[in-house]
């Protein structure tokens, strides 16, 4: 699972990539023309933190999720380089400028936020015409082409695919095209350093509640510096600017989201671990996420939901209390859930 930073050059995503990631990078207009970054990142947990308290394993281990910073190569707009290399990733975070530029020029976020919704729409709508004016002629898909009709006129009325009522099997007609639209999108305003403690602004709030869309409010250049420091430099440079904390975990946390992913859990002494898994995965699959010899050999799964587990201080407890529930293959694994497997060799 891979998320792409996308927006207009200078709107800070290889600042917010560098932030995230901790990695050395180019920034600035033009940099890294046409080269994409990729790190990969923890997600913070709570969860997991406090199972690791309770158990004191030999490891602890989090979620993670890889970004890529798809800067393309051009000065202005959104280019073409830019739009394929959506086309590779599950989901988009869209850095939106809200601080002046280098030439003192105002953001004008609101009109970022529409300039790549256009710049997908348009992108989408060259694939669906070229198709449906085959499919009409040689009418090989009837079933293919309803939809795509319907798709067709949702772009041509400006609005994204994403949003759109779609059956399952609609969407599995779909899938193959990828469309840009049609990716889970979130919001990142990247504000200057004397804004980051402030609210959002209420058009850009607008804009991105019009759209169903999240929104998250973050300095890249403060979380740029918290990154380079020391953690007992953290908080004081923190409270100078009226922080309480990096905006980047509540940015990490927002992202993984996105991609629908939830976070099951696996607590004892060797190893507190966070294992992303797909929503709605059935036991079985998620146990494959740890190895596919419990996959396969799957007898059943023993499940306390972690706060149950954190309050009443071991497995054992649990069951005694009634907490810890034995599930089988149909049982649809819940975000939080501390299981363990039963299974054959
Ligand atoms: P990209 O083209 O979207 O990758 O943008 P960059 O990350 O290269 O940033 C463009 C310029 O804006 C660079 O000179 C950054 O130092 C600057 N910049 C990025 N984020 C911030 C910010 O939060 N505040 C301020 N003042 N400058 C920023």
Redesign the pocket.
Known sequence: MKIGLV?L???????VFGALTGMAVE???G?GAGKQNLGTVKVPDARVDALAALYQPKKTTYAEVAFT?L?GGGHTGIDRAQLNAMREVDALCQ?VRG?P??AGDPPDPVNEIVELETETILADLEIVERRVERLRKDRSNPRELEVLEQILARLEGEQPVRGMELDEGQNKLLSGYRFLSAKPLLLVL????DQAAAPAPGSVVEAAEARGLGLVVL???IEMDIAQMSPDEQPEFLATLGLEEPAKNRFIQAAYQLIDLISMLTAGPDECRAWPVPRGAKAPRAAGKIHSDIERGFIRAEVVPWQDLIELGSEAKCREAGKLRVEGKEYVVQDGDVVHFRFNV
């Open positions: 927006g050059p200078g709107a800070g995503k290889s600042t920034t600035g207009y940099a910073d800067g850095v601080f530029d280098a990247n504000v200057s350093e300095s890249a250049q």
